[in-house]
């Protein structure tokens, strides 16, 4: 199938890399009108399609000057986060904040700045709007050894995504998280090179990382992109609260 998303508009945060570049490239592919934006904006090179803006999801300012000038839109996917390692006395104060910050209140903003337009456009077009939110399989999910203040982070995003999915039911707006396991992007590269370094080297790493799944490999950034599409469109008109693993087995 093609033009799942045709003459709908989206908006996807932390697109340069990873989850967020591949649901991105994923929305273009399927018709869609792309608004990608990452704090790093030399990132975002290579999105040619895509209408591209630097954004600092920590700033309730900028969020709200970038959902001014972007409009109304149909589809909002927030993937902007951070993976702190350790445990609750591995995690200042600081920590805490940064954290809840980006993985929570970045949503909490850009929810907040773009739901109104997109109230409105799904009233005058009859079809849902939706919201898809990142979680982790490291949530209220499963507990996670050294993932203190992400899996708290994470699961926040769930009872988030389930407050405004309720709230917002009847305007025609659905809201979910998506909640992947281990996942191949540069991030997950850089940490499988940092444990190297403990370890005996990157391919013990990797080893590591894989014999931890159930499924014998980690997931790749499309898969968690082709079920963004599945939400986004309206194949999954019906499907609204829900947090749904893509993660090998690893929450089983």
Not at 51 to 72: F, N, P, Q
Not at 143 to 160: D, F, Q, S
């Amino acid at each position: 199938m093609a033009g799942r998303l045709e003459g709908r508009i989206a908006v996807v945060t932390a697109a340069g890399q990873g989850i967020g570049r591949a649901i991105a490239e994923a929305f273009l592919a399927e018709g869609a009108t792309v608004h990608a934006s990452d704090l790093d904006i030399g990132k975002l090179a290579g999105l040619a399609a895509a209408k591209t803006a630097a954004l600092d999801m920590r700033s309730t300012e900028a969020v709200e000057a970038y959902a001014a000038s972007v409009g109304g839109i149909d589809i909002l996917a927030n993937v902007a986060g951070f993976v702190h390692h350790g445990t609750v006395l591995d995690c200042s104060e600081a920590d805490w904040d940064f954290s809840f910050d980006l993985n929570v209140k970045s949503m909490h903003r850009s929810i907040r700045a773009f739901l109104p337009g997109m109230i409105e456009r799904a009233e005058r077009s009859g079809e849902s709007a939706s919201i898809i939110n990142m979680s982790s399989g490291a949530s209220s999910l499963k507990g996670a050894p050294n993932r203190y203040v992400y899996g708290a982070t994470k699961a926040a995003v769930i009872g988030l995504t389930k407050s405004v999915a309720a709230d917002f039911i009847r305007q025609g707006v659905r809201c979910n998280a998506i909640c992947p396991g281990t996942v191949r992007s540069p991030s997950w590269e850089a940490r499988v090179e940092e444990l190297g370094k403990s370890v005996g080297g990157k391919d013990k790493a990797m080893e590591m990382f894989v014999s931890r799944q159930p499924m014998g490999r980690v997931g790749e950034a499309s898969e968690i992109a082709a079920l963004a599409v599945y939400l986004a469109s309206s194949e999954s008109a019906f499907t609204t609260g829900t947090a749904i693993p893509v993660d090998g087995g690893w929450t089983l």
